[in-house]
Nanobody, 121 residues
Framework: QGQLVDSGGGSVLPGGSLRLSCIAS????????MGWVRQAPGKEREFVAGISEDGGQEFHAAFVKGRFSVSRDDDKNTVYLQMDNLRPEDTAVYYC??????????????WGQGTQVTVSS
């Protein structure tokens, strides 16, 4: 059974940066596209960013373009989300997720436990 473990969340000032990490186990990491999804209090989960299984393509929600970037290291079975120029509205629990290539960014096979990101002055 696949498992994802998120880490790297915390509290930062507006304009600050954080790097989230997600370590995968229990499945062939290089066969899966990896994504990040967030959920703010009282709101539904929303797709943030993703990277294809071969690392050749990145996908970003419009609200994070130019501020967030996603990368993966298949040797370490790890996916990262670099978040720069953070805004208070980025406050949410961030989840990493894995999906097979045929699925879309709204359907994942495995989920991490989530890591809290708080942006506040």
């Amino acid at each position: 059974q696949g498992q994802l473990v998120d880490s790297g969340g915390g509290s930062v000032l507006p304009g600050g940066s954080l790097r989230l990490s997600c370590i995968a186990s229990g499945f062939t990491f290089s066969d899966y596209a990896m994504g990040w999804v967030r959920q703010a209090p009282g709101k539904e989960r929303e797709f943030v960013a993703g990277i294809s299984e071969d690392g050749g393509q990145e996908f970003h929600a419009a609200f994070v373009k130019g501020r967030f970037s996603v990368s993966r290291d298949d040797d370490k079975n790890t996916v990262y989300l670099q978040m720069d120029n953070l805004r208070p509205e980025d406050t949410a629990v961030y989840y990493c997720a894995a999906r097979t290539p045929k699925k879309g960014w709204n359907e994942f096979d495995y989920w991490g436990q989530g890591t809290q990101v708080t942006v506040s002055s």
